[in-house]
């Protein structure tokens, strides 16, 4: 069965520790693997897609890496406007993006 | 463009109604989808149109559920017969017809049944 798992469920950093954010799955024959942020009543915001295992993306304080097995979203010097939830996902094998989410990290940056 | 529109953001029904979301995608994705979210939780896939055509829909959708997509452009969501455990926030999504390119969300319609 198509799973992803993320890992740890909450996170509170002060500003400036940086850390990292796992996301491990079981998909059979990755077709891409996606970052969201998800701030508290609103959509996913897309941040990062990583299709091949040695891939990076950066994105100012963020930059997301993929193995074969899992990916990491490591938070460089966060500031207390990073607080979000953190979801990733990968899609099934149909052809379109039917996508299976982890359950996502909060992440709680303290000024 | 500005991105997936989603209305109402917020709706309270009362157990039994009927209720019905409107989703306008990003004007140039062919494909469309709808998501349900609870709290705590990510995402769980409901339904993908491609153009107008309602390829796929999943076990989750009951046949209380029904969405239409007329024209290819605009999509809907009814929910009839409301039940509490509809109380959700549901995601529309676009993307483009290139496989497994990103899809992107809007900003949800939170749904409670009281």
């Known amino acids: 069965e198509d799973q992803v798992t993320q890992s740890p469920e909450a996170l509170r950093l002060q500003e400036g520790e940086s850390s990292s954010l796992n996301c491990s799955y079981t998909v059979s024959g990755l077709r891409g693997l996606f970052w969201y942020r998800q701030d508290p009543g609103k959509g996913p915001e897309f941040l990062f897609t990583?299709?091949?295992a040695g891939e990076e993306k950066e994105k100012e304080r963020l930059k997301a890496t993929l193995t074969k097995k899992e990916s990491f979203l490591h938070i460089t010097a966060p500031k207390p406007e990073d607080s979000a939830t953190y979801l990733c996902a990968a899609p099934m094998n149909t052809g379109f993006q039917k996508l299976v989410f982890g359950t996502g990290t909060r992440l709680l940056v303290s000024p | 463009d500005t991105g997936v529109s989603q209305n109402p953001r917020h709706k309270i029904t009362k157990r039994g109604q009927n209720v019905t979301f409107r989703c306008d995608p990003i004007?140039?994705?062919?494909?469309l989808y709808w998501y349900r979210q609870t709290l705590g939780q990510g995402p769980e896939f409901l339904t993908y149109?491609?153009?107008?055509?309602?390829?796929?829909k999943s076990r989750l959708l009951s046949d209380r559920f029904s969405a239409e997509r007329p024209k290819g452009s605009f999509s809907t969501l009814e929910i009839q017969r409301t039940e509490q455990g509809d109380s959700a926030m549901y995601l529309c999504?676009?993307?483009?017809?290139?496989?497994?390119?990103?899809?992107?969300f809007g900003q949800g319609t939170r749904l409670t049944v009281v």
């Open positions: 990583l299709y091949s």
């Open positions: 149109f491609q153009n107008e055509a309602q390829l796929e």
């Open positions: 999504a676009s993307s483009l017809l290139q496989e497994y390119t990103e899809a992107f």
């Open positions: 004007s140039e994705h062919n494909r």
